[in-house]
Each structure stands twice: as structure tokens, then as C-alpha cells.
């Protein structure tokens, strides 16, 4: 168990500099459920828990300082605890989100503490001294992995039998209310971000796609097809007509 752990909490602080640093995506919670499931040797849960969670934290975004509750620590603690302690999909939500929120605040004094080696790279960019630039960088990182995998480690390695214990002591009815409580969650993440989508530009194909869902039964696979071919389509007829003008205005230029 505890070389699971170990993984688990390497990867919980590779995504958390993926989230701050590469935004290579692998940080949100639908992959992190499957990489979290592979580890603990149930891939199908996994991902079911991930799929949930992501539903969750969709709209979910950091804008300016402000911090939302943390979607990395969320997403893998959730999915963690439902597989070691068997829960649905639903009560995992009850789980991860305050973990997540709790999180959401210990992480302002991670970004409180790295602003040190800001102002220290400021004097080296003064002195041109890159290396120095290199090393606060790599502190702020180093700093940045260890918080993560330390916030994963221990309530994993310490806290596994006992939550799972405290899952098992639950009244029946309490996780009844956890399980619906958990269903509604996923409709707030979509709240969220349709909060971010009602533009007139865009909520006609919000109501595109739920028109083809709702009354043509078009899956999401096929909803998601025709949104990636609108999309080439805006962008290169976008593009084309930026190529135009600007042919227009070299010939208005050479006065022919």
C-alpha cells in the first residue's frame, strides 16, 4: 500500500505544477481518476469517480489572485477514498470537495511564500544573472511539488483505515444525503460555466447542442464532432477573410 501511496502523491504533485506551469491538462480530475484508478487497480471506478468530479469542477477557474477550491487535491483524494472505501461515485463528491476547499486555502500561503523568490529573481534580472533566475524558478517548483504531495500523502497514508471506517459507521440515511447531494453538484459545475458561455456570440450553441441531445438523441460523442467542425469552420473562414483584407489594403497601398 504505501508504494501506491508514494505514486499517488507523485503524481498528485506533478499535476499540481502541471496546473500553475505546463497546463498540459493532465491535472483535471477526469484524468487524474484514471491515472488514480490504474494505481489502486480499478481503472472503471476510476474514471467513473474522475468523470464525476470533472463534472464538478468544470467552470471552475483561478482569475487574477483570487483561488478556487483546488480541482487537483479534489479530483485525486475523492477518487482515492471511493476506491479504498467503496463508496458511489456521488458520496466520493461529499469527500473531495472539503478537501478541496481546505486546500484552496493553504495553497495563498504557498503563492504567499514563492512571492519571495519573485522579488529575489527581480535582482537578478538586474544583474543579468540567469542562473540565479533558473534557481528561484526551480525553488518556487520544488516548493510547489513537495506541498502537493504532502497534502496527498498523509491524509492517504494515515487516513485511509480511518476513513474507511468512518464511511463504514455512517447511517444509512446520511449517505443517502451525501449520494443526492452529490448528484447536484455536477448541475452547479455546469451553472458555472454556462455563467462564462451566456454571450450572444455563444449561447446559440449552447441551445444547438442541447436541441440535438434532447430531441434528435445525438450522443456526446456526436455533439462534440459537430462542435470541433463549427469550430474549424469559424476559425479558418475567421482567418480567410483576415487574408482578404489583407491583400486589399497591400493593393490599396501600391495604389493599383
Excluded: W
Excluded at 483561478?62 to 483524494?77: D, E, F, R, T, W
Excluded at 544573472?129 to 497514508?157: V, W
Excluded at 460523442?221 to 483584407?245: C, F, Q
Aim: aromatic share 10%; net charge negative; proline share 3%.
Amino acid at each position: 500500500m504505501l508504494l501506491k501511496v508514494l505514486l499517488i502523491s507523485i503524481y498528485s504533485g506533478i499535476c499540481g505544477l502541471d496546473s500553475d506551469d505546463g497546463n498540459l491538462q493532465i491535472y483535471r480530475p477526469l484524468a487524474t481518476g484514471a491515472i488514480i484508478g490504474l494505481i489502486l487497480g480499478d481503472p472503471q471506478k476510476g474514471l467513473v469517480v474522475g468523470g464525476t468530479l470533472e463534472l464538478v469542477f468544470l467552470g471552475v477557474m483561478a482569475i487574477g489572485g483570487a483561488q478556487p477550491p483546488n480541482s487537483v487535491i479534489g479530483g485525486i483524494l475523492g477518487t482515492a477514498f471511493a476506491i479504498l472505501t467503496n463508496v458511489d461515485a456521488k458520496v466520493a463528491i461529499g469527500i473531495a470537495v472539503p478537501f478541496s476547499i481546505a486546500v484552496q486555502a493553504l495553497s495563498n500561503l504557498i503563492y504567499t511564500a514563492n512571492a519571495g523568490f519573485i522579488h529575489k529573481a527581480d535582482g537578478y534580472v538586474e544583474n543579468c544573472d540567469t542562473k540565479g533566475i533558473e534557481r528561484m524558478n526551480l525553488f518556487g517548483m520544488i516548493g510547489m511539488f513537495t506541498f502537493f504531495f504532502l497534502i496527498t500523502f498523509l491524509p492517504l497514508y494515515f487516513g485511509a483505515d480511518a476513513a474507511k471506517a468512518m464511511i463504514d459507521s455512517i447511517p444509512a440515511v446520511i449517505l443517502d444525503g451525501l449520494q443526492v447531494a452529490g448528484g447536484m453538484m455536477p448541475a452547479v459545475g455546469f451553472a458555472i460555466l454556462l455563467k462564462i458561455m451566456m454571450k450572444k456570440d455563444l449561447v446559440y450553441f449552447v441551445f444547438l447542442g442541447f436541441v440535438l441531445v434532447t430531441y434528435f438523441n445525438l450522443s456526446i460523442i456526436g455533439v462534440a464532432i459537430i462542435a470541433v467542425i463549427i469550430a474549424a469552420y469559424t476559425y479558418y473562414n475567421g482567418k480567410s477573410d483576415d487574408d482578404d483584407d489583407g491583400d486589399k489594403e497591400a493593393v490599396s497601398d501600391d495604389g493599383i
